[in-house]
T-cell receptor, first 114, second 112 residues
Framework: KTQVEQSPQSLVVRQGENCVLQ??????????LRWFKQDTGKGLVSLTV?????DKTSNGRYSATLDKDAKHSTLHITATLLDDTATYIC?????????????FGAGTQLIVIP | EAAVTQSPRSKVAVTGGKVTLSCHQT?????MYWYRQDTGHGLRLIHY???????EKGDIPDGYKASRPSQENFSLILELASLSQTAVYFC???????????FGSGTRLLVI
């Protein structure tokens, strides 16, 4: 059973527009949540990590929220650029220690067009 | 300089043949992982290792072996490659003190 669901599956936006990616999960316990960016044919690059019960982070044009009560996270990208075209993956870690497991979503494919 | 390097970048293998995927990290991390990524699915854990000369089974270990001859190197071995093992394979390392992972660029494996 998929424990991390991302929506939408794919998204097309025009350069300069904002977009919001959603992540819902059922992983328990949920120690932390991380958003990764994966360019086509490349590895995963961490964008941000959220830890607190209700958390917010900001990293340039990327901002994210986490609500552990709702088991829900969002990734906001403002003023999108063509280079934002990639797959964005939501990952939930069930423990803070290295003994913990990561639970991956299937990703949202974002395409930014001119 | 990439901290986690995978080789080869891509490979075509014949069904029934042996395939070895290599991973080298320069992060001085104790923990290393092998994942596979299939289209439309999240990454799934195959094998992992906490220390050199020791490996552990992940969630989908069947058909795979792993080897950790040193802290820096972690290999994934497919003794008898099958069509269902066509996927992209990612290696990752992790610092024991925190939850920071470093991923390699992936190995695209096609079994024909």
């Amino acid at each position: 059973k998929t424990q991390v669901e991302q929506s939408p599956q794919s998204l097309v936006v025009r350069q300069g527009e904002n977009c919001v990616l959603q992540c819902n999960y059922s992983v328990t316990p949920d120690n932390h949540l991380r958003w990764f960016k994966q360019d086509t044919g490349k590895g995963l690059v961490s964008l941000t990590v959220l830890v607190d019960q209700k958390d917010k982070t900001s990293n340039g044009r990327y901002s994210a929220t986490l609500d552990k009560d709702a088991k829900h996270s969002t990734l906001h990208i403002t003023a999108t650029l063509l280079d934002d075209t990639a797959t964005y993956i939501c990952v939930v870690g069930d423990r803070g220690s290295a003994l913990g497991r990561l639970h991956f979503g299937a990703g949202t494919q974002l395409i930014v067009i001119p | 300089e990439a901290a986690v390097t995978q080789s080869p970048r891509s490979k075509v293998a014949v069904t029934g043949g042996k395939v070895t995927l290599s991973c080298h990290q320069t992060n001085n991390h104790d923990y290393m992982y092998w994942y596979r990524q299939d289209t439309g699915h999240g990454l799934r854990l195959i094998h992992y290792s906490y220390v050199a000369d020791s490996t552990e089974k992940g969630d989908i270990p069947d058909g795979y072996k792993a080897s950790r001859p040193s802290q820096e190197n972690f290999s994934l071995i497919l003794e008898l490659a099958s069509l269902s093992q066509t996927a992209v394979y990612f290696c990752a390392s992790r610092d024991a003190a925190n939850s920071d992972y470093t991923f390699g660029s992936g190995t695209r494996l096609l079994v024909i």
